[in-house]
């Protein structure tokens, strides 16, 4: 049998309680960490859920939308053929970052012929009347999907920006001002 002896101190006190608040803020921030991941992973399961939903008719595309927070027009202001092109430039290389950020990947779709729906969407916070949302559908598939302003210099976000978050996102702005 081993014994081992020593004698308390002040330092060995300190040293001992602050190696023990050490760990309990790392277990903090593990948990923290694990917890963010699990919901980062919860919406992605959402977009992938909603990437997998068949989008056939009018009314599923119309429920895609909605299904993301979003109030549109039951009829779509435009629907057209329109080609992926092979390789992205500028612009569509942003746009397929808007897209990635939802899960979603056009680099998969290059060169493909695909169908975008844009409608009106009667319910974002800012409250300006040009807002549209396009979803991009492959095979009856969800590809890509935006919500956006048609006037010049406005603006463009991912579908999962809801109107709730972009609502928050101008609060905070108008905060800073």
């Not at 430039?89 to 397929?96: A, R, T």
């Not at 409608?119 to 598939?141: F, G, L, M, Q």
């Not at 956006?148 to 463009?156: A, D, N, R, V, Y």
């Not at 976000?157 to 905070?172: F, I, P, Q, R, V």
Request: charged share 30%; with cysteine; aromatic share 8%.
């Amino acid at each position: 049998m081993i014994v081992f002896t020593t004698k308390v101190t002040r330092k060995k006190v300190l040293g001992g309680v602050l190696a023990l608040s050490l760990i309990v803020c790392s277990c903090f921030a593990i948990s923290r960490d694990i917890e963010n991941k699990e919901s980062f992973a919860s919406s992605d399961e959402q977009v992938m859920e909603k990437e997998e939903m068949s989008l056939k008719s009018n009314d599923d595309r119309v429920s895609l939308i909605e299904g993301y927070g979003w109030t549109v027009d039951k009829e779509p202001l435009e629907f057209m053929e329109v080609r992926i092109p092979e390789k992205f430039d500028g612009v569509y290389s942003e746009y397929n970052e808007i897209q990635k950020k939802q899960g979603l990947d056009l680099e998969k779709y290059s060169g493909k012929r695909v169908m975008r729906y844009t409608y009106r969407v009667t319910n974002h916070p800012s409250k300006e009347e040009n807002v549209i949302a396009n979803i991009i559908i492959y095979k009856d598939k969800l590809i890509a999907g935006d919500i956006c302003s048609s006037k010049l210099g406005g603006f463009m976000h991912g579908l999962l920006e809801n109107s709730t978050t972009a609502e928050n996102e101008d609060k905070n702005e108008q905060s800073r001002d």
